[in-house]
């Protein structure tokens, strides 16, 4: 197995699940996988660590370009439509004992036991929008009579006769590369590939998806990470007893 940090996978949709004391949790099904490793790049050859992988799906090898088959055919790969790059393992990365192989297949096993992970997708597309929608202005009177929704003064009077770079304006809103970090994972369903993260993740159905584990996970507060948190207060009251 290749010891990478991330697999590729679609969205599948959202749906709710009940917890042991009845609370309920929004919830996202993802495709996680299966995956294959097409190239593993090096710090001594590249400059820094990492792994291609492409989603295994059904591609017809027409539809790929001339170059990207001949690189899939230097080793005999399956043709992938989606490719991205995910890091490797930093306690697992190696330069020539073969930790990362070509051709390796990379599934969703590799986030059993991690508890939070990182999604990045592409969000949906909202066309050409207005400030209102697009930057959540509360916009003007509601009155009859009045345009509410329009965007106002913009400050480009006498000075500075001109409007400056990066004025919130109406435009095209969404199709962003969009990260959403530390999502908890509720279920890893080895079997079908699935992931089960609470939350909402960008896209929409069927969109793809880059999932790695978390770059920064959330540090769990006391009394709510169980046996293996420590009370300070109630630790030194058990020492004081030994002693």
């Known amino acids: 197995m290749a010891k990478v940090a991330g697999i590729l996978g679609k969205k599948v949709g959202m749906t709710q699940l009940f917890d042991d004391k009845g ?48 690189h899939l055919g230097k080793h005999s790969l399956p043709p992938v439509k989606f490719m991205r790059e995910v890091p490797v393992d930093v306690e697992e990365k190696t330069e020539g004992n073969g930790a990362v192989k070509v ?13 939070f992970v990182d999604v990045v997708g592409i969000s949906k597309g909202r066309g050409f929008t207005g400030v209102v929608k697009r930057h959540h ?17 913009i400050g480009s009077s006498a000075f500075p006769s001109r409007v400056f770079k990066g004025m919130r304006m109406s435009g095209h809103m969404g199709v962003d ?27 929409p159905n069927g969109g793809y998806l880059v999932i790695t584990k978390a770059k920064k996970p959330p540090r769990e507060r006391r009394g709510f990470a169980g046996a293996a948190t420590i009370d300070p207060l109630k630790a030194a009251k058990r020492a004081a007893k030994k002693a």
């Open 23 to 70: 609370d309920v949790h929004p919830a996202t099904v993802l495709q996680a996988g299966p995956c294959v490793v097409t190239q593993h790049k090096t710090q001594t050859r590249d400059g820094y660590d990492a792994a291609q992988i492409g989603l295994v799906e059904f591609v017809k090898e027409s539809r790929l370009t001339k170059p990207m088959r001949g």
């Open 103 to 115: 051709g390796e297949r990379v599934l969703v096993d590799i986030f059993e036991g991690e508890r």
């Open 137 to 153: 202005f509360a916009g003007g009177p509601k009155s009859h009579g009045s345009m509410f929704q329009i965007t106002g003064s």
């Open 177 to 203: 590369r969009v990260t959403v970090r530390n999502l908890r994972v509720l279920g890893v369903d080895k079997e079908d590939n699935l992931l089960v993260v609470e939350g909402s993740v960008p896209g």
